[in-house]
């Protein structure tokens, strides 16, 4: 009997723990039930959001291509403006001859040869009439990548009463100096329509020509290479071109401009131009004429 009732007690003891085990082993399950609940809701909430996400990616997506295709058919629907020739533009007279500026010898400024060059996708054509004996120059700017006329630019490079030098090889040396007024500047190029001075050599007794040489004054005020120098500031522009002559290693700076005497210009010089005879005819286009169309 002591022996039953010395292990009742541990067997009470037992039970309340059987008991209290069952309890809390109810609660593990009921608490992890509940935390499989939430889980799976978190999930749900999570798998919901993606979609959510995944439609308004999708809707935007579909928004930006919309855009896309509303400029691509905007675009395609633009017109191109290109320039005509025209009956009316007389032509000018002489043999026409084609100048690589290219492959010129650009001594002036010195150094800047090697940077001006990248930029001279285009040519000048230049009719020379000899009419007896009295010479007389009409030049023109061919289309970038092209040996035509460009009909977009004005011609109002025409020269005149050329002085003259015997050399004692047999030929004659001409020199025009430009007499219409201002220069006039087409955007992004360096060269005008009417350099200041023109000069080249004819053989006498061939007629060939040879020694090309041009000279023009480049005003930072009035040209504008904002596609090649991002800005039309003329002192930007002076700027610019000093440090493109210090990465080259040459004192390339803005002098006096021969008409007022400010310091926004550059002299620039081309000589032993290439010179090549051309079936091209020049077409001689005043101020304010050229003509304009709108193509599909």
């Known amino acids: 009997m002591r022996f039953v009732a010395a292990t009742f007690p541990f067997l009470i003891g037992l039970s309340a723990c059987a008991e209290k085990s069952e309890v809390l082993s109810a609660g593990d399950e009921s608490g992890a039930a509940s935390d499989a609940v939430a889980d799976a809701d978190a999930d749900a909430d ?34 191109t403006e290109v320039c005509l020739d025209d009956e009316t533009f007389p032509e000018a ?17 010195a150094g800047f040869e090697s940077v001006l060059i990248a930029y001279l996708d285009y040519q ?3 009719a020379v009439d000899a009419e007896d004996g009295n010479y007389s120059v009409q030049l023109a700017q061919t289309v970038a990548g092209d040996g035509a006329q460009d009909f977009c630019i004005e011609t109002p490079g025409s020269y005149a009463n050329p002085e003259t ?28 329509t009417n350099p200041e001075r023109l000069m080249f050599n004819v053989e006498s007794a061939t007629g060939n020509i040879s020694g090309v040489e041009i000279q023009f004054e480049l005003d930072a005020r ?6 090649l120098l991002m800005t039309r ?29 400010a310091l926004y ?19 001689v286009i005043g101020e304010g004429q050229v003509i304009k169309a709108s193509v599909e």
């Open 46 to 79: 999570a798998d919901a959001d993606a979609d959510t996400d995944a439609d308004a990616d999708a809707d935007a997506d579909a928004d930006a291509d919309a855009d896309a295709d509303a400029d691509a058919d905007a675009d395609a629907d633009a017109d």
């Open 93 to 109: 007279t002489g043999n026409v001859y084609a100048l690589d500026l290219f492959s010129g010898d650009w001594y002036a400024p």
């Open 124 to 126: 000048i054509l230049m």
């Open 165 to 192: 030098t015997e050399s004692a090889e047999g030929s004659v040396g001409f020199s025009f100096e430009y007499a219409g007024g201002a220069a006039v500047y087409v955007p992004d190029r360096f060269v005008p």
């Open 222 to 227: 009035v040209i504008d290479l904002e596609g």
């Open 233 to 261: 500031d003329p002192d930007e522009v002076c700027e610019t071109m000093a440090r493109i002559g210090d990465s080259i290693g040459f004192d390339i700076a803005c002098e006096e401009c021969s008409s007022d005497g």
């Open 265 to 283: 210009c550059l002299n620039f010089a081309v000589t032993d131009v290439p010179v090549t005879p051309t079936s091209e005819v020049i077409k």
